[in-house]
């Protein structure tokens, strides 16, 4: 794992056009400030479902309310984008960051919990005699959203507290969390 | 470089030295995070409602998302006292820096919009019904949902710039 890391910021190297213009004074505070509109847009077309879906303004169809989460994917895609531009330009400050890990790890616990609401919980919920009380393992789905999107948050507002220093002598955790 | 007496009594407080000095990570970094957290809910629910009136979800019926106006004003409450915590850690770096002052603004004008948007919203349709279609939406509703929307995204990206466009981040530097 420590050797898929490195070889990642080494190919990744953080040389590219892409690097260059991020380093333009305004290009990192605009994509910046982009990821968080787009965090925003996630928050509050996905967040607003979870809430939905665990009782908050149950005369709401649940899918009258559905038709949000296309602008949470907006949300997501402008992340995914902006995000990987942070990346491409300083690798080495993301791939060795435990703090960045646990974002990785909550964006899957998030994308994991979606797919398992539509494989298990649409049909019910969005039927033509859904009930407007959503079932119990759709609120349970919806509180994990909620709790792995709030920690998709704080893994990435925690990203400068964690920023990978040099390594001193042998690493031994599973992910590197030092810059070799 | 002269020294602002109050500025300069904000930063010896304990309180002060406490959210930007401890090593704690409920300092600091924490008050940081809850800002973020409360930004996406206020923000989000926020832009939810300007979405529905712009024509998005259209079978939500707009009167029942009051319902998840708790959960904006929890929000902007977490916000507004996580953002004045970070202000008593870095008053100085703030209070000189009038992008601070320009999103304090927008957040201001985002929020009478916002109690404007939800005492309109709350006056359309008779909310016992559970008719999904409401009154027509009037095209001075619009054009508050574009208002919200430009200056909750215009108070984000201050926010963020407040960063990068500071000149002096205490009074001893």
Known sequence: MHDFQ?????TIGGRSAIADVMRTAWAWPIAESLHFLGLCL?????????LRLL???????????????????????????TGTLFILTEPDQYIYNPSFHFKLLFMTIGGLNAATFYLTSYRRVFGPDAPLDAPRRAKVI??????????????????????PSACQGQQTSLLLTCAP | MNIDPFLAWVESTALSQWVIGSPSMFAFPGILTLHAIG???????????????????????????RRF??????????????????????PTKALTNPVFYLKLTLIA????????ISRQVCATGSGESLSPTDPP?????????????????????????????????TQLH
Do not use: Q
Not at chain 2, 70 to 87: D, E, K, M, R, T
């Open chain 1, 6 to 10: 490195i070889w990642l910021v080494t």
């Open chain 1, 42 to 50: 996630l928050i509050g077309a996905v967040g607003s479902f979870d």
């Open chain 1, 55 to 81: 009782g908050v303004g149950k005369r709401i169809p649940i899918a009258a309310m559905h038709r949000f989460i296309p602008w949470g994917l907006l949300g997501f895609a402008i992340n995914i984008t």
């Open chain 1, 142 to 163: 919806a509180a994990i959203s909620l709790c792995a999107w709030i920690g998709v948050i704080t893994g990435g507002r925690l990203l400068t507290f964690y920023r």
């Open chain 2, 39 to 65: 930004m996406g809910f206020a923000v989000g629910i926020s832009a939810a409602i300007d979405l529905r009136i712009l024509g998005v979800a259209p079978k939500v019926p707009l009167r029942e998302l």
């Open chain 2, 69 to 90: 106006l708790p959960i904006l004003w929890a929000g902007f409450w977490l916000n507004a006292v996580s953002g004045v915590l970070l202000l008593i850690g870095y």
């Open chain 2, 109 to 116: 004008l985002a929020m009478v919009l916002i109690v404007r």
């Open chain 2, 137 to 169: 939406i009037s095209s001075r509703l619009r054009n508050l949902a574009i208002a919200s929307l430009i200056c909750w995204a215009g108070a984000i990206t201050a926010g963020r710039l407040l960063a990068y466009t500071y000149h002096r981040l």
